[in-house]
């Protein structure tokens, strides 16, 4: 069992920046791809970025890549989501999640066994 707490939301202007972060509770941290996703209102759950276990590379979304970064620290069970040059079109609730599976798939929701309970983020113009 692994519970996940975010935190790290909260109001910025466009062009801004946030850092999202992720703990993870458990000893068995590095065995878990992390990944994030975010659901707008009215939009379905939408994959953001995934980290492999070691942290060696990361997949992301075409909308943020180039703008958002995520690492992690497996002494520290947590990740992060470092978001840039936000725009409002990135405004959601943003959920951490925690796959048991390799990284060979990690942008649907069904590939995750454990959420956060997501954190806002909200981007003004």
């Known amino acids: 069992q692994v519970q996940l707490v975010e935190s790290g939301g909260g109001l910025v202007q466009a062009g801004g920046s946030l850092r999202l972060s992720c703990a993870a509770s458990g000893r068995t941290f590095s065995s878990y791809v992390m990944g994030w996703f975010r659901q707008a209102p009215g939009k379905d759950r939408e994959f953001v970025a995934a980290?492999?276990?070691?942290?060696?590379?990361?997949f992301y979304a075409d909308s943020v890549k180039g703008r958002f970064t995520l690492s992690r620290d497996n002494a520290k069970n947590t990740v992060y989501l470092q978001m840039n040059s936000l725009k409002p079109e990135d405004t959601a609730v943003y959920y951490c999640?925690?796959?048991?599976?390799?990284?060979?798939?990690?942008?649907?929701?069904?590939?995750?066994?454990?959420w956060g309970q997501g954190t806002q983020v909200t981007v003004s113009s």
């Open positions: 999640a925690a796959r048991g599976g390799g990284i060979s798939s990690f942008d649907e929701h069904d590939d995750y066994d454990y």
């Open positions: 980290i492999a276990k070691s942290g060696s590379f990361a």
